[in-house]
Each structure stands twice: as C-alpha cells, then as structure tokens.
C-alpha cells in the first residue's frame, strides 16, 4: 500500500559525507515521523534520527552534531545528510515512516512503513 525507497548509500573514506535520500509513496494520507534506522552486523537495529512533521528532530547521541535529518512534507521524501562520518557509521540504514493510510477497500489503517536499506560503508 505504501512503498519507501531509499537512495544514496555506498563506500566512503572517514572524514566524509554521505547524503541518503528516502520517497514515500503509495496511498499515504498523512505521515507523522520519518526516520532513519540503521543496523550494523551483529548489532540491533538503532534509530539515527527521526523529523516529525512539524520539523521537531531527534538524534542518536553518537551522531549529534555530525548528521542533519530534514523533510520534504510535500512531497514525502526525507533526507541524512551525514558528514564527519566514521568506520562506527557503517551500516544499513532503513528509512522508517509511520502515520496513516488509505486502504483498498477504503478504510484509514496505522501506517508504519520500512525501506529496504542501503548500506553505507566507512573505510580508508
């Protein structure tokens, strides 16, 4: 019903930036929070940062000050800029979004969406 789809992963050196990029689409009829998780091996999934939709941040502690979340309410799309990055960033990251939505058979249900990841690797 609702499809999230995540771009600008890939390898870079520490001291880098990064910028990911998420859409939301589907039969989205409000979102509340977009947010980023991301999963490194063996490690639980962590929330990053996440941007409720009147612009109210949150950020892990170890990424405060290094990593800038922002949304696009329009158009549904959210945005991390990371910068500083270092080898402990790398990871999956996953968009999340959560809110409301509009069935097929035309009932609002809880939305709670997850992207598919992608990864991010810091390494010299």
């Known amino acids: 019903q609702v499809r999230l789809v995540e771009s600008g992963g890939g390898l870079v050196q520490p001291g880098g930036s990064l910028r990911l990029s998420c859409a939301a689409s589907?039969?989205?009829?409000?979102?509340?929070?977009m947010g980023w998780y991301r999963q490194a091996p063996g490690a639980q999934r962590e929330l990053v940062a996440s941007?409720?939709?009147?612009?109210?941040?949150n950020y892990a502690a170890s990424v405060k000050d290094r990593f800038t979340i922002s949304r696009d309410n329009a158009k549904n799309t959210v945005s991390l800029q990371m910068n500083s990055l270092k080898p402990e960033d790398t990871a999956v990251y996953y968009c999340?979004?959560?809110?409301?939505?509009?069935?097929?058979?035309?009932?609002?249900?809880?939305?709670?969406?997850w992207g598919q990841g992608t990864l991010v690797t810091v390494s010299s």
């Open positions: 589907g039969r989205i009829f409000s979102i509340n929070h």
């Open positions: 941007i409720a939709s009147g612009g109210t941040t």
């Open positions: 999340n979004a959560d809110g409301t939505y509009k069935s097929s058979s035309g009932f609002f249900r809880a939305l709670n969406a």
